[in-house]
């Protein structure tokens, strides 16, 4: 009986094993499941607007080099609008006006366009000077009109008669001026700057500090390592707190612990890089956490900070500074002398102040309106830049380049309003000139050490701040490549950067 029940009971395994098979043979087969991955969607999408960037890029690029011919002139009854300076507001201005609206006149002594906020990093190679530059015959030719140039320098100004005095004494004649001759550095009247100091305001200045730079390393590989007279002849002192002067020690020192460091670690040594403020902090124009950030960062890097000292004088080889809380006198021996601080007025600017003496009664700069017309002269001269003074503009290539883009679409205005004959549409275009109305979209800074401080302003209520990080620094170098007037410059920084990192500075 029993053996009689285990056959039962293995012919039932045997029929559910078999009938088991037969619903899995029978059965559909699902797909197992896979994780799901944000990386995958990111890469591709990252390598997506990578694609289009550079292709568009490369489409601006070959734009710029490819201009369009120019038009047969046909028109000869255009009125004259004659533009002094080849700075940020002049080129702004030439690059987003209609220029076949206008017989447009051109005048500097200078042929070329400074991208300004990378001329600190032009003395030790981190950009080469040229990559900076943008000559103003390839400018003139991004327009639809024919912009006539010529590098002169303008001399005077006569607002009655409506001509600019340009070297030769040639006159040229116009209907609107645009005055954007920038400024001049300003000594305050310090003896000994103008003597012994170098400066940091055209593309020449940074190759002047290239050179002493590299002649001063080359003499003090010849004086005893460790001695006075060598760390003298390696201490380099910048004047001036704000951006520039920040940016140009940051420059400096990076280029001694990077580079002369490497090569030879004994001259580093004796290498100093001083930074000289008369206030209390630098980069006022950040708040109280981003410049502390900014100056503990500089003194980890070695950048030497005097605040609180105003310079005196100039003698030789010896700035002369007082401590303004104590009201001590010190003397600071120099190899190199930077100043990197204030803005004077031209001598041009000064002729044309000294012939407007009722509304031109300000010395830091020419006095000009809500649309930026110069008092005294409204209608017929614009001001923009840092020629200008004006209750919250600011001496920066960020206001300038907002005045050039409100004046390009003010003129194109004009030139509708002058080439109709109906009143009522006269009177309604005039209404749509508002105000120039400056949005300040923050300040950028490098401090050293692929570092800097951002502060951001997206929008009158979006605004992000940054600083201290590698992302800091990507942020800093992403903004400069966007405020550059050419693609050619952006190409041109973009591989200079890269170079740096390849195979290091010269």
Same mark, same amino acid.
């Given at each position: 009986?029993?053996?009689?029940?285990?056959?039962?009971?293995?012919?039932?395994?045997?029929?559910?094993?078999?009938?088991?098979?037969?619903?899995?043979?029978?059965?559909?087969?699902?797909?197992?499941?896979?994780?799901?991955?944000?990386?995958?969607?990111?890469?591709?999408?990252?390598?997506?607007?990578?694609?289009?960037?550079?292709?568009?890029?490369?489409?601006?690029?070959?734009?710029?080099?490819?201009?369009?011919?120019? $038009?047969?002139?046909?028109?000869?009854?255009?009125?004259?609008?004659?533009?002094?300076?080849?700075?940020?507001?002049?080129?702004?201005?030439?690059?987003?006006?209609?220029?076949?609206?206008?017989?447009?006149?051109?005048?500097?002594?200078?042929?070329?366009?400074?991208?300004?906020?990378?001329? $600190?990093?032009?003395?030790?190679?981190?950009?080469?000077?040229?990559?900076?530059?943008?000559?103003?015959?390839?400018?003139?030719?991004?327009?639809?009109?024919?912009?006539?140039?010529?590098?002169?320098?303008?001399?005077?100004?006569?607002?009655?008669?409506?001509?600019?005095?340009?070297?030769?004494?040639?006159?040229?004649?116009?209907?609107?001026?645009?005055?954007?001759?920038?400024?001049?550095?300003?000594?305050?009247?310090? $003896?000994?700057?103008?003597?012994?100091?170098?400066?940091?305001?055209?593309?020449?200045?940074?190759?002047?500090?290239?050179?002493?730079?590299?002649?001063?390393?080359?003499?003090?590989?010849?004086?005893?390592?460790?001695?006075?007279?060598?760390?003298?002849?390696?201490?380099?002192?910048?004047?001036?707190?704000?951006?520039?002067?920040?940016?140009? =020690?940051?420059?400096?020192?990076?280029?001694?612990?990077?580079?002369?460091?490497?090569?030879?670690?004994?001259?580093?040594?004796?290498?100093?890089?001083?930074?000289?403020?008369?206030?209390?902090?630098?980069?006022?124009?950040?708040?109280?956490?981003?410049?502390?950030?900014?100056?503990?960062?500089?003194?980890?890097?070695?950048?030497?900070?005097?605040?609180? =000292?105003?310079?005196?004088?100039?003698?030789?080889?010896?700035?002369?500074?007082?401590?303004?809380?104590?009201?001590?006198?010190?003397?600071?021996?120099?190899?190199?002398?930077?100043?990197?601080?204030?803005?004077?007025?031209?001598?041009?600017?000064?002729?044309?102040?000294?012939?407007?003496?009722?509304?031109?009664?300000?010395?830091?700069?020419?006095?000009?309106?809500?649309?930026?017309?110069?008092?005294?002269?409204?209608?017929?001269?614009?001001?923009?830049?840092?020629?200008?003074?004006?209750?919250?503009?600011? $001496?920066?290539?960020?206001?300038?380049?907002?005045?050039?883009?409100?004046?390009?679409?003010?003129?194109?205005?004009?030139?509708?309003?002058?080439?109709?004959?109906?009143?009522?549409?006269?009177?309604?275009?005039?209404?749509?000139?508002?105000?120039?109305?400056?949005?300040?979209?923050?300040?950028?800074?490098?401090?050293?050490?692929?570092?800097?401080?951002?502060?951001?302003?997206?929008?009158? +209520?979006?605004?992000? +701040?940054?600083?201290?990080?590698?992302?800091?620094?990507?942020?800093?170098?992403?903004?400069?490549? =966007?405020?550059?007037?050419?693609?050619?410059?952006?190409?041109?920084?973009?591989?200079?950067?890269?170079?740096?990192?390849?195979?290091?500075?010269?």
């Amino acid at each position: 009986m029993f053996a009689s029940r285990m056959r039962t009971f293995n012919v039932l395994k045997q029929n559910t094993s078999l009938l088991s098979k037969r619903l899995q043979s029978t059965a559909p087969k699902v797909a197992p499941v896979k994780k799901s991955s944000i990386l995958k969607p990111i890469f591709y999408g990252s390598l997506l607007a990578a694609t289009a960037a550079v292709g568009y890029g490369v489409y601006g690029l070959y734009k710029e080099q490819h201009p369009a011919p120019l $038009p047969v002139e046909t028109q000869s009854n255009k009125k004259k609008l004659v533009i002094l300076g080849t700075g940020w507001a002049s080129i702004t201005l030439l690059k987003s006006i209609d220029t076949s609206l206008y017989d447009i006149t051109v005048i500097s002594p200078r042929d070329h366009f400074l991208f300004t906020p990378l001329l $600190p990093s032009a003395p030790v190679s981190t950009v080469a000077v040229e990559s900076i530059k943008e000559d103003v015959s390839t400018l003139i030719r991004q327009g639809s009109g024919k912009v006539t140039f010529l590098q002169k320098e303008a001399l005077d100004v006569d607002p009655q008669n409506k001509k600019v005095i340009v070297e030769g004494d040639k006159a040229v004649d116009y209907d609107i001026l645009v005055f954007s001759v920038g400024a001049q550095p300003n000594t305050f009247g310090i $003896p000994g700057v103008y003597e012994n100091a170098l400066f940091m305001k055209e593309a020449n200045d940074a190759v002047i500090l290239k050179a002493k730079l590299k002649e001063n390393l080359q003499k003090a590989t010849e004086l005893p390592a460790g001695s006075q007279e060598r760390k003298d002849l390696l201490s380099m002192i910048v004047v001036g707190g704000g951006p520039t002067g920040v940016e140009t =020690a940051a420059e400096l020192q990076d280029y001694i612990s990077e580079e002369v460091a490497k090569w030879n670690p004994e001259l580093a040594a004796d290498c100093q890089i001083h930074l000289v403020e008369g206030l209390g902090n630098i980069l006022g124009m950040f708040d109280q956490k981003m410049y502390t950030l900014a100056q503990d960062h500089l003194k980890k890097n070695g950048v030497a900070l005097k605040l609180n =000292a105003m310079a005196q004088k100039v003698v030789g080889n010896t700035i002369t500074v007082k401590d303004s809380k104590t009201q001590e006198l010190v003397d600071m021996k120099f190899g190199i002398l930077i100043w990197a601080t204030g803005n004077g007025t031209r001598p041009v600017t000064a002729k044309l102040m000294s012939r407007l003496p009722e509304t031109q009664n300000n010395r830091r700069g020419l006095l000009i309106n809500q649309k930026l017309e110069l008092l005294g002269a409204e209608g017929s001269i614009y001001a923009l830049g840092d020629c200008t003074f004006h209750k919250g503009l600011v $001496p920066t290539a960020q206001v300038a380049h907002q005045e050039g883009e409100y004046l390009a679409k003010v003129l194109e205005t004009r030139h509708i309003i002058d080439n109709t004959d109906n009143d009522a549409v006269k009177a309604s275009l005039a209404k749509t000139i508002k105000d120039f109305d400056y949005f300040n979209q923050g300040a950028l800074c490098y401090i050293g050490g692929e570092s800097a401080i951002n502060d951001i302003k997206m929008s009158k +209520k979006i605004e992000f +701040k940054l600083g201290g990080s590698f992302l800091s620094f990507k942020v800093w170098q992403c903004a400069y490549l =966007a405020m550059a007037v050419t693609w050619r410059t952006r190409f041109l920084i973009a591989c200079d950067w890269i170079k740096v990192h390849i195979v290091g500075r010269q």
